[in-house]
Every structure is written in structure tokens, then in C-alpha cells.
């Protein structure tokens, strides 16, 4: 999600707080108004099955066929007046009448009821629910069941009751509809209210937010008030003012941090917006998308690691840069590298060509290692001819992993030769195409080859510049691995 102003952020989290205290009161309110609708209908429910229940033990109490017939006939007139179905059951739950609320009765065999119905019953010796013997039906349906129990306490039959009651579930409906109406008449008021005060809030933040844009300027003589009646803001804004006041002492110390920070940040940015553009404008075909969207993905989350450690190439000098060093691919890693630089090596019109050892394992940390490779395959296609020939090989010698990356063109004069591991050192002659290049990135190469416990030297002659560079093997990494080449 993308930045938004806090003005914005304070107004939905009011707004998200306060429609969900609607909607739980609604939901509250909704469901006690069912539940008092369900009980009064089971209640009224319950006495009609009791009344049938007893009917029924008379029933099974007596042979005698007419009243078996009173019997089919009372459970008749009873469902047709109440508007209900009437099931009468065995023991074990298999129906062998039903009643409708057409008035007509019928024995039947082969039905039951569902086990877990029965089971309730023999339990608890009653059963309700909401939906018509376990099937989920809407909050107009009722059913409610209980056993039939002889002398010695066994049951003999059960008896469920089951009906649809629109007029309970309209009031219920009406009931609601008219809350939702009250509770957003009143969203709609909460929700001015809380523009207006958001508004009033954020006011001196804007107020703030103006003046850094004026500092941005270069405008360090602008202030912003120091008395907002909040604390909170009033220490923001006296912070700010002593940090205006502080501006114009670390302006040369900003230049130069921004400077390394914009040196680290531009490489994976380009790549970035080159991918982007590349889909915008149809270079890179619909069915690639998801390979080079993955490519997007996987340097964002490298500027997203790369923020917290923006000032590791500050701590280089020093020696205090932090390493994070585990076992990871190399190959696969530069392999990644070579196709962020596909666009430029197509408009180059560059052979390239890849001879490294597959699963090439090394112990180090991915990202400064990412950030070295990136550099040298960034300097080699800044610098080769047009149509030149870029080769990478890497492959395991001696317990390291020795890479090599080669480029054919201009080449580094031999008195520029001692000097382009320095810190923002730019050879004028052979470099003269970097036009905005500060200079760090080879020296944040051999620093970040020399912290691992690698070398990495550079030749230039016969219209080829190499730059090679060893690393240590991960301890798992085997021999004897099959190579990949690639033209």
C-alpha cells in the first residue's frame, strides 16, 4: 500500500472504529431480535408437540383401530389449524406418520430422522433448532421434537413439530431495517465530526510538513510554531527548529551521505524502472511478465534490506562493516544479475557469454556480494564497445570460487591501472562515459571481496578489461559440479 498523509490515516482509523461499532451493534442488536423471535415461537411451539406427545402415548397404549383414527385425525386438525407439520416417529427415529398443514395425514416407512437428532432427543428428551430436522434453513423455520416415554421410563416414540412463521421473521426484518437506517444517520454525522477534528489535528503537522518542503529548498530560515496546545506536536515542532538551526553544519556531511546512499540505491531503481517501462511500453511480452515481475519483486525487497544498512558503506573505511555471511548460490545469484542487465546488453547488441558451475555454493553475504557482482557487470556494460563481447565465468579452485568478468573496449590506461580500487577515484580517460559515477563503486567492491577473505585484482590490455575476484566455498559446497554455458 502506497504512503498516505496522516490526515488520512487519523480520518479512516475513525472511520474503520466507528463502523464497526455499527456493525457489531447492528449484529448485536439482529441477534437478540432472532432469539427473541425463535423463543416465543418454540415456546408456543413446545406446548402444541407436548400436547401431540400425549396423544401419542394414549395412542400406543391402546389397540384399538378407531382410536388409532381419532388419533390420525386429531394430529390432522391440528397441523392444518396451526399451520404446521406434524412427524411422528419410532424408537429409533424412522417416521411413520406425517401430518401437513394441508390437513391430510399418511403413514409412511423407510424415512428417518437424522441420527444426531435422535441422539439430542434420548438425551435431553427435547430438541429445537432453527431449520427443519438438521437441514440449515433461514431464520423463518422452526422445528421442535420431543420423545414419547412409556411406564418404565424408555422411549417409545418421539413427536417433532416443524412450521414457517414469516410474520416473526418480517418484524424481525422491519426491526433491523429500521436500526441500519438509525445507526447511518448517525455514521453520517459521527463521520463529520470526525473530518472536522481530523482536520484540526493534523493542521500543524501540515504546518510542519510545509516548512521541510522550504528546507528541501534550501529555505533554513523558516520556522514553525512552537505552541500548537498539543505536547506531543510542540516537541515535534521545537525538535524541528533546533534542527533547522542545525541545517546549514551538516549541509557537506549530507552531500557526501547522500552521495554514497544515491550510489547504492540508482542501480537497483534503473533496473526497476527498466522492467517497468519494458511492460508499459510491450517490450517484454505478456507471458514474461511473471519472470520479470519476480526480478522487480526480488531488488525491491534488496532496497528494503539495503535501507537498514545504508551506512555500512560509511563503516567500510573503519572496518566496522557488518557481514551477515551464509551458504547461498553464486551462480544462481549472478545468473540474476546478468538478466537485470537484459535491456542494456540488447541495445548494446553485446554477445554474452556464461560459463558458470552450477549449484556453486559460497559462504557470504548475498546482498553486499549482490551489490559487488552488480557493479562489475554495471561498469563492464557501461564500458564495452557497441556489438563488444561481455564473458562471466565462475567456477570452484582450491576451496574458493574464482569469477572473472571480462569486457572488451576502451580498456583502463596503465597508470589509471593502481589507482581504481580508490575511493572516489574516476580514471578521466578510460571512464569518461561515466558522466555520474562518484567513484565508490569499485572501492565497495574490494572492500566488501577483502571483508569475505577474497582477493580481486584487474588487467586491461589487447582491448580487454578483466576484473577477477576469489571468494571461500561454503562447506557443503562439492566437486565435480556440471557447468552451464550460455551465449
Not at 463502523?19 to 447492528?26: K, M, S, Y
Not at 417409545?156 to 410474520?167: E, K, L, P
Not at 538551526?245 to 534503473?270: A, C, W
Request: proline share 3%.
Amino acid at each position: 500500500m502506497g504512503r498516505r498523509s496522516f490526515f488520512f490515516k487519523n480520518y479512516v482509523t475513525h472511520l474503520l472504529l466507528i463502523v464497526c461499532a455499527f456493525a457489531i451493534a447492528g449484529s448485536v442488536f439482529y441477534y437478540q431480535m432472532g432469539n427473541y423471535a425463535l423463543q416465543t415461537k418454540q415456546t408456543e411451539l413446545r406446548t402444541t408437540v407436548q400436547s401431540l406427545a400425549e396423544q401419542t402415548r394414549l395412542m400406543l397404549g391402546t389397540d384399538s383401530d378407531v382410536i388409532r383414527e381419532i388419533y390420525m385425525l386429531s394430529i390432522s386438525t391440528v397441523a392444518k389449524e396451526d399451520a404446521i407439520t406434524v412427524y411422528v416417529t419410532d424408537r429409533d427415529g424412522v417416521i411413520q406418520m406425517i401430518a401437513g398443514p394441508d390437513g391430510e395425514a399418511a403413514k409412511v416407512t423407510g424415512w428417518m430422522i437424522p441420527q444426531e437428532v435422535t441422539e439430542q432427543i434420548r438425551k435431553t428428551g427435547g430438541y429445537a433448532e432453527v431449520g427443519q430436522l438438521g437441514v440449515l434453513g433461514d431464520r423463518s423455520s422452526y422445528t421442535v421434537g420431543t420423545r414419547v416415554s412409556g411406564d418404565d421410563g424408555e422411549t417409545n416414540a418421539m413427536v417433532f413439530v416443524y412450521t414457517q412463521d414469516a410474520t416473526a421473521a418480517g418484524v424481525v426484518r422491519h426491526s433491523t431495517q429500521t436500526l441500519v437506517l438509525i445507526l447511518l444517520i448517525t455514521l453520517a454525522v459521527a463521520l463529520v465530526i470526525s473530518f472536522i477534528l481530523s482536520q484540526h489535528m493534523t493542521r500543524p503537522l501540515k504546518v510542519i510538513a510545509a516548512a521541510a518542503k522550504e528546507f528541501a529548498a534550501g529555505n533554513f530560515d523558516v520556522r514553525v510554531p512552537e505552541d500548537n496546545h498539543c505536547y506531543e506536536i510542540d516537541e515535534l515542532a521545537v525538535s524541528f527548529n533546533n534542527m533547522a538551526r542545525d541545517l546549514d553544519q551538516l549541509e557537506e556531511l549530507t552531500r557526501g551521505f547522500i552521495s554514497n546512499v544515491s550510489h547504492e540505491f540508482k542501480t537497483p531503481m534503473t533496473t526497476i524502472g527498466g522492467f517497468v517501462d519494458g511492460m508499459i511500453d510491450g517490450t517484454i511480452p505478456v507471458e514474461q511478465r511473471d519472470k520479470y515481475l519476480r526480478i522487480i519483486a526480488e531488488e525491491t525487497r534488496r532496497l528494503s534490506r539495503m535501507v537498514n544498512r545504508m551506512l555500512d558503506a560509511a563503516k567500510i573505511q573503519s572496518g566496522e562493516l557488518i557481514l551477515n555471511p551464509a551458504p547461498f548460490d553464486f551462480s544462481e545469484m549472478t545468473s540474476q544479475i546478468i538478466l537485470s542487465f537484459e535491456q542494456k546488453i540488447e541495445k548494446k547488441h553485446l554477445e554474452v557469454e556464461c560459463d558458470l558451475d552450477d549449484r556453486l555454493m559460497v559462504m557470504g553475504d548475498r546482498d553486499h556480494l549482490y551489490r559487488a557482482v552488480y557493479n562489475l557487470v554495471d561498469n563492464a556494460v557501461k564500458f564495452i564497445n557497441e556489438g563488444g563481447r561481455l564473458c562471466l565465468r565462475a567456477h570452484p579452485e582450491n576451496g574458493f570460487c574464482a569469477f572473472a568478468i571480462t569486457n572488451t573496449g576502451i580498456g583502463i590506461s596503465p597508470e589509471d591501472l593502481p589507482h581504481v580500487f580508490g575511493r572516489f577515484y574516476k580514471a578521466d580517460r578510460s571512464r569518461s562515459m561515466d558522466k555520474t559515477g562518484a567513484g565508490l563503486g569499485l572501492y565497495i567492491v574490494k572492500n566488501i571481496i577483502n571483508l569475505h577473505g577474497g582477493e580481486i585484482s584487474v588487467r586491461s590490455d589487447g582491448g580487454e578489461t578483466e576484473f577477477s575476484f576469489t571468494l571461500p566455498l561454503a562447506p557443503q559446497q562439492l566437486p565435480g559440479s556440471t557447468k552451464n554455458t550460455q551465449k
